[in-house]
């Protein structure tokens, strides 16, 4: 029925080995016979096999619209119950508690047993450690740019809907941060990349928004801010981390309403630092 440590992430994520035997160990660790993971609608991990493959990619792409807008987070969902080689399975979806990008993980587990919430707060940890330093390796891929870009425009609209009729993007692009994370662990990993987060936030007023498109990509929206005050905020700032200063080069982009609607413009911003 299943190879326990059969191990697939897709290739447009560039996963390290190390990374991709923790998340499979993890999902083995909660009796998981098959664990998927979704970063929006593409299958970019694959822990162990099973006959009914076909059917499961059938289920979730019937559904992954409807997960998308409907499912909360850390909430399990029972979706499919199956046989296979004598033994009664159950299909269960959570959505985890992304960013930008919607992160579900399937899990089959045989029936009756359930996870806890400890058990799922803890498989999300590193579902999410693999997909944000996946990420950071990843192609350019007009998808996923599309997804992460879409809600964000929507965002910046709201912002634009009163008077306030202008602002910037600031775009930090760290220093590469992949070869610190198999010899600091995990969990330090982890450590770092919300630390980056902190500092951003604290850097955020109360109209504005940061959002993270990936470890190295993090951009800040402050409507109503111009060129020159944005340098003055941002031109000394740095980031923290354990014994780190970390490194980075930042651009500062205006935005409008009109660049907003031009999608030449506007993509042209994301996609140079994508």
Known sequence: MTEPMHLSPSPSIQMTDYHSRRLGLSFASVGAHLGWVYLGQELVFEFGQTEQEEKIREKVSDSIGIWIRNVSYLDPKSILTFTEQGKELELFMVRLPEGEVPVFVLVVLEKGMELETRNWEDLSGQVLT???TGISLREKNILDF???TDPIRKRMEKAFSG??????IAFFHLQDLSPFFKPMGVIK?????REVTA???KETRENEFNFQLNPRSYFLFCPG???DGANHRFGSLYFPSKHLILDYKLKIFPIDPE???DDAKFSSIFLENF
Do not use: D, P, R
Request: charged letters at 15%.
């Open 130 to 132: 693999f997909c944000a």
């Open 146 to 148: 599309e997804t992460i």
């Open 163 to 168: 008077n306030t009729k202008s602002g910037v």
């Open 189 to 193: 990993s982890q450590e770092i990349l």
């Open 199 to 201: 500092t951003l936030h």
């Open 225 to 227: 801010e111009t060129l």
């Open 259 to 261: 660049i907003l609607q």
